[in-house]
T-cell receptor, first 114, second 112 residues
């Protein structure tokens, strides 16, 4: 969905490096999410944010941190990358106030940790 | 752990045939379900959703059926086209909560 953008689209890094993945959205949604996708598995939630002052851990938050710089921006950081963090990372957004949580996804960032 | 799963990891169909992709869930508190399509190199794209107070919903060439008795969800694609080749995920929302719980996905391959 072009309304949700992620940078970079691909990144190769080394073990121990700090990495930041960025997400921006023009949908005007308050809720933003970071997911990780591994081959053969569904998407797993890392962190989510319901507004700029609200950050929450998801299912697999260890080794990750996030920053919600503005309503439209939500960044994911790997403080010290390790090889098992090699995966496809997706940002998503959804609308506040809806009881039904339709989420809109960005194109993904493919991260390889050597 | 996974409470949303798919019966078949891969499905091959001929162009023009109908496709049926199945999904089982285990949480009776699930109140909203979404089917996503993910093409290679892209993020998941919304196809169709259904709320737990419904048992059927139709879109353009797609139909979702929900059987709450056996906790089963299916996606039917009519007249499957090569552009339908992708991985399809079902996702559930529990108690109108914040997160979607995704299944592992089914790969649909449409052959000419």
């Amino acid at each position: 969905d072009a309304d949700v953008t992620q940078t970079p689209r691909n990144r190769i890094t080394k073990t121990g490096k700090r990495i930041m993945l960025e997400c921006s959205q023009t949908k005007g949604h308050d809720r933003m999410y970071w997911y990780r996708q591994d081959p053969g598995l569904g998407l797993r939630l890392i962190y989510y944010s319901f507004d700029v002052k609200d950050i929450n851990k998801g299912e697999i938050s260890d080794g990750y941190s996030v920053s919600r710089q503005a309503q439209a921006k939500f960044s994911l950081s790997l403080e010290s990358a390790i090889p098992n963090q090699t995966a496809l990372y997706f940002c998503a957004t959804s609308e506040t106030g809806s009881s039904y949580n339709e989420q809109f996804f960005g194109p993904g960032t493919r991260l390889t940790v050597l | 752990g996974e409470s949303v799963g798919l019966h078949l990891p891969t499905l091959s169909v001929q162009e023009g045939d109908n496709s049926i992709i199945n999904c089982a869930y285990s949480n009776s508190a699930s109140d909203y379900f979404i089917w996503y399509k993910q093409e290679s190199g892209k993020g998941p794209q919304f196809i169709i959703d259904i709320r737990s107070n419904m048992d059927k919903r139709q879109g353009q060439r797609v139909t979702v059926l929900l059987n709450k008795t056996v906790k089963h969800l299916s996606l039917q694609i009519a007249a499957t086209q090569p552009g339908d080749s992708a991985v399809y995920f079902c996702a559930e929302n529990i108690n109108s909560g914040y997160a979607l719980n995704f299944g592992k996905g089914t790969s649909l391959l449409v052959t000419p």
